[in-house]
Each structure stands twice: as structure tokens, then as C-alpha cells.
């Protein structure tokens, strides 16, 4: 393609034909509700270690059934907030509430300050609240750079000529993966030839060019292995450096430590405290999680048996 027509396709692409944020980010079955504030108004990062999202004694409930009850905690540009905790400990349940899958039974959730309640996941994509799911809603076979724009493709042309702009889209992921610091070998390449790691990152910066200002990451490094692993956390510490805040959800502490500002420990729907990095080890930290006198407990017996 040449430098004119790169030009054309540029001009002829129909900003409008892209919805505010990616239909990708969010989980299947999801509710949409109406997105605040004027249609195309983009919020900005606030200044590094400047509070974004702010929850004071949130909770969750079911019917009888507490899935979360009295958790607090904050996420701020340019900082990493860490949610730790075994299976059952209620971190679904509490990312489901900031990404606005589902609101909250009691307690106060503030975005930049003013309490929110979300009618679904594009109202909090509205507010720069990104969430890459486990699962990644990618499509194997379709290539990287499809699934980088997956559900907001841009177009060109008008009326019945109007068709996908492939060189518009190729050009900006191999541009937003560089910012990144990923580099794919070729981005028609399908995606699931990627590593775990290699996906994850993809869907990283995806979040990232949509205008996330926090990105939620729900175990991204649990069926990873240790170099792959590595890479993911490596990603996690660019986009935080870049002035995001990040959610990390995790049940490793091995992972969150080395990335992590603020650690907050879940169990059994209950916060176990929140403590930032310069108050707790990680040894502390994995006691914190393990259960302290359970893990002692369980050791003294193994060592009997």
C-alpha cells in the first residue's frame, strides 16, 4: 500500500462505526446499560498516585447467601492494587462489582471521587474501567489483529461499499503492541499461535487503547507457566508505569509481590486487611493468605505423619 492510499484509508474511516469500547472486554451474557455522559467523552488519567476508584465497606449478597460483605480498598494511577485469595474468597464477586457486571448489595463505590452505580459493564468502560476475564474472549483462528479490534472495527467507504480497514487496523496494533514493548513477528498471524503470555498481552494493550484507565486482570497468571508468567507481570508493570491503575487479582503471592503497591487479602467473602508493600514481607503476606494457624497447624501434622 502506498503512502497516498494509506492516507485515503485513514480519511475514510468511519470513527462513528466504533462503539465507545470493545464488545471484547466483556464477559459473555453481560447486561449493558447506558453509558454516562456526553457520547464520545473520553475520561483522562489523573496524576500519578491520584485516587481513581474508592470502595468503602462493600458488600454482596445473594438471597442469604453472603458472597462479600464489609471490603474496602482503593486503586490509584500509576500503582498496582493486588486482591489475594484462595478459591471461594469472593475475588469474582468483587471484580464483578468494579467492572460493573453486577452492583453491589451495600457500601459506597466512588469513581474520581463521585459514588457510582453502574447499570452494566459499557458504563464502567465508559468511566476507563477495563477488564480482561480469564478466558480473554479472543478468537483463536481469527488473526491478532482482529482480535485486537474485535467488536469496534473501524471502517471505510459509505453505504453498501463500506468494508473493514485492514491496513488501519494492522498498522495500529503492531503500533500500540511496540508502545507495549511487544513485538509479535507478524500480526496476520492467529492468535491462538500465541503463548499464554503472548495473549494476555494482546489483550492488555487492547484494554490500553481503548482508553482504559484502570485495567482489571483477573488471574492472568494462573494457568501460565513460570517464563510465561514472567512476561504477564512484565506487561502489568508497563501499563502501571504508563499511569494506569491496575486491579491484580491473583491467588499467588509470589506473583503479586513483585508488581504489587497495595495487597488486599480475601476470605470467605471478608477482608483479611489491606496493607501496601512497605508494611508487609511476603513471607507475612503468604502467612496473611495461607491462614497462620491453619498453615502451622497442617505443618505440625505433616511432619508427625
Known amino acids: 500500500m502506498t503512502a497516498e492510499e494509506d492516507q485515503t484509508s485513514e480519511e475514510d474511516s468511519q470513527p462513528g462505526s466504533q462503539s465507545s469500547a470493545p464488545s471484547a472486554l466483556l464477559p459473555s451474557g453481560a447486561s449493558v446499560g447506558e453509558v454516562p455522559g456526553p457520547a464520545g467523552e473520553a475520561p483522562k488519567l489523573p496524576g500519578a498516585h491520584e485516587c481513581i476508584i474508592e470502595v468503602q465497606s462493600l458488600g454482596k449478597s445473594y438471597g442469604s447467601i453472603i458472597a462479600l460483605r464489609d471490603v474496602s480498598t482503593t486503586v490509584k494511577a500509576g500503582e498496582v492494587t493486588c486482591i489475594l485469595g484462595d478459591n471461594g474468597a469472593g475475588k469474582s464477586t468483587l471484580i464483578k462489582i468494579l467492572a460493573g457486571v453486577h452492583e453491589s448489595s451495600e457500601g459506597v463505590f466512588k469513581v474520581d471521587g463521585i459514588v457510582r452505580r453502574m447499570g452494566g459493564p459499557r458504563d464502567a468502560l465508559a468511566l476507563g474501567i477495563a477488564t480482561v476475564y480469564q478466558d480473554l474472549a479472543v478468537v483463536p483462528l481469527m488473526p491478532i489483529w482482529r482480535n485486537f479490534f474485535l467488536g469496534s472495527e473501524p471502517t471505510r467507504g459509505r453505504g453498501p461499499s463500506r468494508r473493514l480497514d485492514s491496513a488501519v487496523m494492522k498498522r495500529i496494533t503492531r503500533s500500540e503492541l511496540l508502545k507495549m514493548g511487544i513485538d509479535l513477528r507478524d500480526v496476520d498471524q492467529p492468535i491462538g499461535t500465541l503463548s499464554g503470555g503472548e495473549r494476555q498481552s494482546v489483550a492488555i494493550a487492547r484494554a490500553v487503547y481503548f482508553g482504559a484507565r484502570v485495567l482489571i486482570l483477573d ?71 495461607a491462614g497462620g494457624d491453619e498453615l502451622d497447624a497442617l505443618a505440625q501434622e505433616l511432619r508427625r505423619a
Open 219 to 289: 488471574e492472568p497468571t494462573a494457568a501460565l507457566g513460570v517464563k510465561q508468567a514472567g512476561i504477564v507481570l512484565r506487561y502489568i508493570a508497563q501499563a502501571r508505569d504508563r499511569g494506569l491503575g491496575v486491579v491484580f487479582i491473583t491467588h499467588n503471592p509470589h506473583h503479586a509481590y513483585p508488581v504489587g503497591d497495595r495487597f488486599l487479602v480475601l476470605k470467605r467473602g471478608r477482608s483479611l486487611g489491606e496493607s501496601e508493600k512497605k508494611d508487609i514481607t511476603i513471607e507475612q503476606l503468604t502467612t496473611l493468605m
